[in-house]
């Protein structure tokens, strides 16, 4: 949906990507394992 919470979560872990500070691999895994926690154990903000 438009307001979907996990958007702004996957907004964030692409930007991440994009500037190299988190592997694609890295990301996905995380997304895969419990997205609610994906930038706290990336150290993503």
């Known amino acids: ?3 979907n ?6 907004t964030k872990l692409h930007t991440a990507v994009c500037s ?3 592997t ?3 990301a996905q ?3 895969v394992n419990d997205w609610t926690t994906a930038l706290s154990r990336l150290g993503v903000r």
Not at 5 to 10: G, H, I, R
């Open 1 to 3: 949906g438009v307001n």
């Open 5 to 10: 919470l996990k958007d702004p979560v996957e």
């Open 20 to 22: 190299g500070k988190v």
């Open 24 to 26: 694609l691999k890295a």
């Open 29 to 31: 895994q995380a997304i």
